[in-house]
Protein backbone atom coordinates (compact mmCIF):
# COMPACT_ATOMS: atom_id res chain seq x y z
CA UNK A 1 0.00 0.00 0.00
CA UNK A 2 2.72 2.38 0.84
CA UNK A 3 4.39 1.50 -2.17
CA UNK A 4 1.10 2.11 -4.36
CA UNK A 5 0.61 5.92 -2.61
CA UNK A 6 4.55 6.93 -3.40
CA UNK A 7 3.71 5.93 -6.90
CA UNK A 8 0.50 7.72 -6.81
CA UNK A 9 2.18 10.63 -5.44
CA UNK A 10 5.52 10.89 -7.84
CA UNK A 11 2.57 10.44 -10.61
CA UNK A 12 0.94 14.21 -9.33
CA UNK A 13 4.75 15.89 -9.67
CA UNK A 14 5.65 14.22 -12.93
CA UNK A 15 4.68 15.11 -16.28
CA UNK A 16 6.09 13.78 -19.77
CA UNK A 17 8.93 12.40 -17.07
CA UNK A 18 10.57 15.23 -16.16
CA UNK A 19 9.41 17.36 -12.99
CA UNK A 20 8.74 21.29 -13.85
CA UNK A 21 9.74 24.08 -11.71
CA UNK A 22 7.11 25.75 -9.70
CA UNK A 23 9.13 29.18 -10.49
CA UNK A 24 10.67 30.49 -13.48
CA UNK A 25 14.03 31.59 -13.86
CA UNK A 26 14.29 35.67 -14.32
CA UNK A 27 15.24 35.29 -17.93
CA UNK A 28 11.80 33.41 -17.89
CA UNK A 29 13.41 29.80 -18.81
CA UNK A 30 12.41 26.83 -16.89
CA UNK A 31 14.98 25.69 -15.32
CA UNK A 32 16.01 21.92 -15.47
CA UNK A 33 15.95 19.84 -12.57
CA UNK A 34 16.93 16.57 -13.96
CA UNK A 35 14.59 13.26 -15.05
CA UNK A 36 12.86 11.16 -12.96
CA UNK A 37 12.08 7.72 -14.30
CA UNK A 38 8.99 5.64 -12.24
CA UNK A 39 9.23 1.42 -12.12
CA UNK A 40 6.66 -0.38 -12.35
CA UNK A 41 7.27 -2.89 -9.86
CA UNK A 42 9.11 -2.71 -6.38
CA UNK A 43 9.77 0.77 -4.24
CA UNK A 44 9.90 4.24 -6.30
CA UNK A 45 13.62 4.82 -7.31
CA UNK A 46 14.97 8.69 -8.49
CA UNK A 47 17.62 8.49 -11.35
CA UNK A 48 18.75 11.79 -11.78
CA UNK A 49 21.34 14.51 -12.97
CA UNK A 50 20.88 17.49 -10.81
CA UNK A 51 21.74 20.75 -12.46
CA UNK A 52 23.84 23.40 -10.47
CA UNK A 53 21.31 25.36 -10.11
CA UNK A 54 18.81 23.42 -8.49
CA UNK A 55 21.66 23.13 -5.80
CA UNK A 56 21.91 27.17 -5.93
CA UNK A 57 18.40 27.44 -5.57
CA UNK A 58 18.15 25.56 -2.59
CA UNK A 59 20.73 27.20 -1.07
CA UNK A 60 19.19 30.32 -1.95
CA UNK A 61 15.78 29.49 -0.14
CA UNK A 62 17.64 28.18 3.03
CA UNK A 63 19.71 31.37 3.36
CA UNK A 64 16.25 33.02 2.70
CA UNK A 65 14.97 31.30 5.39
CA UNK A 66 17.42 31.33 7.77
CA UNK A 67 17.80 35.07 7.56
CA UNK A 68 13.84 35.45 7.75
CA UNK A 69 14.03 32.49 11.23
CA UNK A 70 16.73 34.74 12.59
CA UNK A 71 15.13 38.09 11.98
CA UNK A 72 11.77 36.26 13.38
CA UNK A 73 13.65 35.07 16.56
CA UNK A 74 15.86 38.43 16.94
CA UNK A 75 12.55 40.22 16.93
CA UNK A 76 10.78 37.51 19.39
CA UNK A 77 13.49 38.38 21.69
CA UNK A 78 13.55 41.82 21.71
CA UNK A 79 9.69 41.83 22.64
CA UNK A 80 10.22 39.31 25.24
CA UNK A 81 13.68 41.06 26.90
CA UNK A 82 10.95 43.94 26.81
CA UNK A 83 7.99 42.46 28.68
CA UNK A 84 10.67 41.01 30.88
CA UNK A 85 11.68 44.55 31.75
CA UNK A 86 8.21 45.72 32.48
CA UNK A 87 7.82 42.84 34.50
CA UNK A 88 10.33 43.51 36.69
CA UNK A 89 9.80 46.73 36.92
CA UNK A 90 5.77 46.18 37.52
CA UNK A 91 7.48 43.64 40.47
CA UNK A 92 9.65 46.19 41.66
CA UNK A 93 7.03 48.76 42.18
CA UNK A 94 4.77 46.54 43.32
CA UNK A 95 7.23 45.80 46.44
CA UNK A 96 8.42 48.96 47.04
CA UNK A 97 4.62 49.62 47.39
CA UNK A 98 4.17 47.39 49.73
CA UNK A 99 7.17 48.48 51.54
CA UNK A 100 5.62 51.90 52.33
CA UNK A 101 2.30 50.27 52.93
CA UNK A 102 3.93 48.10 55.19
CA UNK A 103 5.85 50.80 56.95
CA UNK A 104 2.51 53.27 56.88
CA UNK A 105 0.27 51.00 58.45
CA UNK A 106 2.82 50.81 61.24
CA UNK A 107 3.37 54.13 62.03
CA UNK A 108 -0.33 54.39 61.70
CA UNK A 109 -0.98 51.78 63.92
CA UNK A 110 1.63 53.36 66.60
CA UNK A 111 0.00 56.55 66.13
CA UNK A 112 -3.44 55.58 66.71
CA UNK A 113 -2.00 53.75 69.75
CA UNK A 114 -0.47 56.92 71.39
CA UNK A 115 -4.08 59.01 70.64
CA UNK A 116 -5.38 56.22 72.55
CA UNK A 117 -3.15 56.68 75.04
CA UNK A 118 -3.21 60.39 75.32
CA UNK A 119 -6.88 60.28 74.75
CA UNK A 120 -7.01 57.78 78.22
CA UNK A 121 -4.58 60.79 79.99
CA UNK A 122 -7.68 63.03 78.99
CA UNK A 123 -10.15 61.31 80.21
CA UNK A 124 -7.76 60.58 83.66
CA UNK A 125 -7.46 64.50 83.77
CA UNK A 126 -11.27 65.11 83.00
CA UNK A 127 -12.45 63.17 86.25
CA UNK A 128 -11.84 65.81 88.37
CA UNK A 129 -14.67 67.50 86.25
CA UNK A 130 -17.33 65.75 87.22
CA UNK A 131 -16.69 66.66 90.85
CA UNK A 132 -15.94 70.07 89.83
CA UNK A 133 -19.78 69.96 88.22
CA UNK A 134 -21.30 67.83 91.63
CA UNK A 135 -19.83 71.10 93.65
CA UNK A 136 -21.03 73.86 90.99
CA UNK A 137 -24.39 72.54 91.32
CA UNK A 138 -24.27 71.98 94.91
CA UNK A 139 -23.23 76.09 95.03
CA UNK A 140 -25.81 76.75 92.82
CA UNK A 141 -28.33 75.32 95.28
CA UNK A 142 -26.94 77.05 97.83
CA UNK A 143 -27.35 80.47 96.10
CA UNK A 144 -30.93 80.04 95.25
CA UNK A 145 -31.61 78.85 98.48
CA UNK A 146 -29.76 82.05 99.77
CA UNK A 147 -31.28 84.63 97.54
CA UNK A 148 -34.79 83.31 98.52
CA UNK A 149 -33.62 84.12 102.21
CA UNK A 150 -32.25 87.09 101.69
CA UNK A 151 -34.51 88.31 98.79
CA UNK A 152 -37.88 88.08 101.58
CA UNK A 153 -38.72 90.70 103.45
CA UNK A 154 -38.57 90.48 107.13
Known amino acids: MAAEADKEAASMMVSDGAIKAAEAREDGS ?50 LRALSSISLSYVGTYGMALEHISSDVDASIKNMSVLISQCGKISEHMEPVDELVARIATIKTQLDVLEEVVGKPA
Open 30 to 79: VPDFGVVELQADGPLEVEHSLSPFILEHLEQDARQVEASLTHLLGGLEAQ
